[in-house]
């Protein structure tokens, strides 16, 4: 079962690291002026020096923070999913599955997007095996909703392991509806 793709991962991460840093420098600085100021009158220290230090630590610490977060984040939606598998149960129960780790918008995307991905692998693995499919044909549902990266790709085929100009296997992106039907080899 694949895992949600790198991108979303990394995705995930910088958002993070974003609002991380920002609280670390935050309460480091405040931590660093009352620090100074508890060493009493007299004493004098250059802010612009402590603050390329705080930045500095709060950047390290926070990259050092988010991957354990994202690794932990990783681990509960693979085995968040793999439940959900076992189970046999609706998406919904995914995305039930899913939101305490990610919040209820994250998690229907998650849910949505990796099932998707696993329909699709899925498939392709049974078509391979079958050995009387060596095409794919991209499907969506041509609606209003369908994307500027998805319209195009409506009705295209590509070999069994090819990539669709670049776009891989559905889901072409988060959220994405589309399929694969087969071609079966005359």
Same mark, same amino acid.
């Given at each position: 079962m694949p895992l949600p793709t790198d991108a979303f991962w990394s995705a995930a991460e910088?958002?993070?690291?974003?609002?991380?840093?920002?609280?670390?420098?935050?309460?480091?600085?405040?931590?660093?002026?009352q620090a100074l100021a508890g060493l009493g009158e007299g004493v004098s220290v250059d802010f612009a020096l402590v603050n390329r230090a705080v930045e500095k630590w709060a950047r390290e610490m926070g990259l050092e923070l988010v991957k354990?977060?994202?690794?932990?984040?990783?681990? *509960?939606? @693979?085995?968040?999913?793999? +439940?959900?598998?076992?189970? #046999?149960?609706?998406?919904?129960?995914?995305?039930?599955?899913?939101?305490?780790w990610f919040g209820a918008t994250r998690a229907e995307m998650i849910a949505v997007t990796e099932v998707t991905r696993a329909f699709a692998e899925g498939n392709v693995a049974a078509w391979r095996e079958s050995g009387v499919v060596d095409r794919v044909k991209w499907q969506t549902a041509v609606?209003?909703?369908?994307?500027?990266?998805?319209?195009?790709? *409506?009705? @295209?085929?590509?070999?069994? +392991?090819?990539?669709?100009? #670049?776009?891989?296997h559905p889901p072409a992106h988060v959220r994405c509806r589309c399929w694969l039907l087969p071609v079966v080899t005359e």
């Open positions: 910088k958002e993070l690291l974003d609002i991380l840093v920002s609280h670390l420098m935050a309460s480091a600085k405040v931590g660093g002026q354990g977060i994202n690794d932990t984040s990783r681990k *509960a939606a @693979t085995q968040a999913i793999a +439940d959900w598998i076992d189970s #046999g149960a609706a998406i919904d129960d995914l995305m039930a599955l899913l939101e305490p609606d209003e909703l369908v994307c500027p990266i998805c319209g195009p790709l *409506a009705g @295209t085929t590509d070999t069994l +392991d090819g990539d669709f100009g #670049g776009v891989g």
